[in-house]
């Protein structure tokens, strides 16, 4: 069962910052925070994970709060080709890898 | 060179009928899953296998029966196919232990 909360849509302008939220207030100290998301009719694509320190890569940064309490993930320059839906999963480092998706965000990168 | 890689794309049959949706990877991984995506674009676990030998099987009805003949594919045959079973099944693999998925472009059902 999904254990995150986060907003059903959002929109951003192409070329700025997109911010997206997460919630997972129940999280526990061994699970990460995981970030994919599903172009249209494409499979989900990994974007980034995190324990409790900051992460980026090249597709985008990870921050989480102190408490872990909440994590956003920014994409620093929005195109188009970043219009998808967005999902936030929490799961232990240990479970034999299965992953429980929500229902994730749907952003939108308006020209 | 694709990295995951299912076969059909798109499947339309109709219901009662048997059929098969095949999924390979070249990535070397040891750990192969199938999702299913329904029409609300809830993307659920359906089985997880790990070198050939199942692992996670998430209360699907034993209509679906995996299998998996190598470590490198992992197939999918569905029995007497109703019209519930319409879906997007997505096909991953990942290392053992790791914490990446590598999805495939899917697989559309259609039962008429």
Redesign the interface.
Known sequence: DAKTTQPTSMDCAEGRAANLPCNHSTISGNE?V?W?R?IH??????II?GLKNNETNEMASLIITEDRKSSTLILPHATLRDTA?Y?CIV?P??T??????G?GTSLTVIP | DTAVSQTPKYLVTQMGNDKSIKCEQNLGHDTMYWYKQDSKKFLKIMFSYNNKELIINETVPNRFSPKSPDKAHLNLHINSLELGDSAVYFCASSPLGANVLTFGAGSRLTVL
């Open positions: 990460y995981y994919y599903q009719s494409q499979g989900p694509q990994y994970h839906v999902y799961r480092s240990n034999g890898n299965q992953f429980y998706f229902t």
